[in-house]
């Protein structure tokens, strides 16, 4: 299903945190790669995910959310840092899930409702940045959390704890790997309501071909 038939059909805009794996994505010791994500919009037959390695249209995927658990599905529509997953389920499972919406759109629009840890890690509004490594090389990466002192990124690529490297204009370290991504610690403090701001960064716009003038052209004979 095309996103844009989605959009117009009944779900809900829930923003869940979770993993997914995709095929022939592995790490140097031959396992399947886990990559971070966020839902944005959800049914019981199909979301929209937020993800730093976006897939195929076709391809099939194991991803497991926090508050849905573990779900098998395909991606049926790909945009720019996103998918549309279908979900496969049985119908008691499908009855479970709309209940489960239901209750957590509620729940979200709840003020009354604190996270007891929002102060101390929050979830940009803008999920996609980009990493820039000690070589100067630039990689789109998908941000898990952040904070005044680090952020938890996921990417195509897994640099090793100790290297230096930008996450947007953020300068840092990392300091540890984890199960979808890796931690950086940033080299100073940053003042939270900024770090949206400091850390989003869209994927460079590719400057177009230019013809190569060194030679002259030879026209046909």
Known sequence: MPVQDFLNQRAVNVVV??????PNWYDPQGKLRTFACRTTRVSPFRMIVDVPVVGKIGDRLTSYFR???KFEGSISDTMQGSFLLELEMTRARR???????????????????????????????????????????????????????????????????G??????????????????GIAVKFIEQQNVRNLDRLIARAAPVQPAATPDLSEPAVSAA
């Open 17 to 22: 945190s979770g993993s997914y794996t995709l």
């Open 67 to 69: 508050d849905f658990g």
């Open 95 to 161: 009855e479970k899930l709309s209940d489960m919406l239901t209750w957590i759109e509620k729940k979200q629009k709840d003020s009354t409702i604190l996270d007891g840890r929002r102060h101390a890690r929050i979830v940009p509004p803008h999920p996609h940045s980009m990493l820039t490594l000690a070589d100067g090389s630039i990689h789109p990466c998908f941000i898990i959390d952040a904070s005044a002192s680090g952020v938890a990124v996921s990417a195509a690529v897994q640099p090793p704890v």
């Open 163 to 180: 290297m230096p490297l930008a996450v947007g204009a953020c300068i840092g370290r990392v300091v540890r790997l984890l199960p979808d």
